[in-house]
């Protein structure tokens, strides 16, 4: 597997633990590593240039500080309440995975999905919530839409959900957003971030080198964990909670540090989520293998077909369970 593992360091490939030349500790001590996160920081702000055109420059501005971009009242009343209503009534296929007290349902928003949801189709297509998506991630491209439930159940597993542990997802840009259709309270672990942490200081760049030395002995994955007692260390300030009312867009490269935050409160959250990661070391914006035909317009499908074919091979699948068509507001099954 060596040959693979190192064709694997020029991909968006981030395991420590199951990449054994990423995991090695002689070659992290020598900055493998953190000769990775240099190349592919130095390639977004490259890509980034290009694609900043189509950004109100007071996003731009508020991303290069901060690391992630607020809209409030992002769709105006009559729309919001539309594509609320249409989220709400009208079933999507669905997949839910259980993360300790929480569980995630997804339901895609791929446009065969859409019959019954014209003004959510027209928001997914539209020119106000792909551009800034594209720069947060450096990448033109395709982004994977989706309408998220988070239920939060306390009492209903002995695990803690690791989501609520500060971390960043991987070593290089990637973006997600959250476009919140109901009200965020404390009550419901609201997502938090740090503000300011995508970027590479020095003291930043010596807590990756330290920590991808550290975890090529334990095996560790690539989404970094953080106590929050150590932010102080890297010249960081607390994390953000964003309680926030409904209609508000957050936007957040997720190479930052930020997670959910904890809570003990029986709760429901609905928004609609997006995604967009590439491989990192691709200098250009434009291609995007979601564009292809068979893909473009049918993400959310071929994924799930993918893991369904894994899973009746015997295969390792992903931890995602198919629930069917569900509505938002509907109870769990997993």
């Known amino acids: 597997m060596t040959p693979v593992w190192s064709l694997r360091v020029f991909s968006g490939e981030k395991s420590l633990r199951h990449n054994k030349v990423l995991g090695s500790r002689w070659l992290n001590e020598r900055g493998l590593h953190r000769w990775r996160i240099r190349v592919a920081d130095s390639l ?6 290009r694609l900043a055109l189509a950004v109100p420059p007071e996003q731009i501005e508020a991303f290069e500080r901060d690391g992630y971009i607020v809209v409030h009242d992002f769709l105006d009343p009559e729309q919001y309440h539309s594509i609320f209503d249409e989220v709400m009534n009208h079933p999507l296929p669905s997949s839910e995975r259980r993360e300790g007290m929480t569980v995630t349902r997804r339901s895609s928003l791929d446009p065969s999905d859409l019959a019954e949801h014209p003004r959510l189709r027209a928001l997914i297509r539209g020119r106000s919530l792909v551009p800034p998506l594209r720069y947060a991630s450096s990448f033109g491209g395709e ?3 989706q309408v998220q439930t988070l239920f939060v ?3 209903s597993a002995p695990a803690p959900d690791p989501q609520t542990d500060l971390h960043k997802d ?3 840009a990637t973006a997600k957003a959250w476009l919140f259709l109901t009200p965020v309270s404390e009550a419901d672990g609201p997502l ?3 503000p300011g942490s995508h970027r590479l200081t020095p003291e930043r760049m010596r807590w990756e080198q330290q920590r991808s030395v550290a975890l090529s002995e334990s095996g560790g994955g ?3 964990r953080i106590r929050e007692d150590e932010l102080a260390d890297l010249g960081l300030p607390p994390p953000r909670r964003f309680t926030v009312p409904g209609n508000t867009l957050v936007i957040a490269d997720t190479s ?7 809570t003990n409160q029986l709760s429901t959250r609905i928004e609609i989520y997006a995604t967009l990661r590439r491989n990192p070391f691709n200098p250009v914006t434009g291609w995007d293998p979601a564009s292809l035909p068979g893909l473009r317009g049918r993400i959310n499908t071929r994924l ?3 893991d369904r074919l894994l899973k009746q091979l015997g295969l390792r699948g992903s931890s995602w369970h198919n629930a069917g068509p569900r509505r938002p507001q509907d109870p769990p099954s997993v």
């Open 304 to 306: 799930a077909q993918a």
């Open 170 to 172: 991987t070593f290089h």
């Open 153 to 155: 159940q306390p009492g």
């Open 256 to 262: 930052g540090f930020h997670s959910r935050t904890p």
């Open 44 to 49: 977004a702000r490259r890509r980034r240039r």
């Open 143 to 145: 982004p994977l839409f």
């Open 192 to 194: 938090r971030y740090v």
């Open 222 to 224: 690539g989404a970094f």
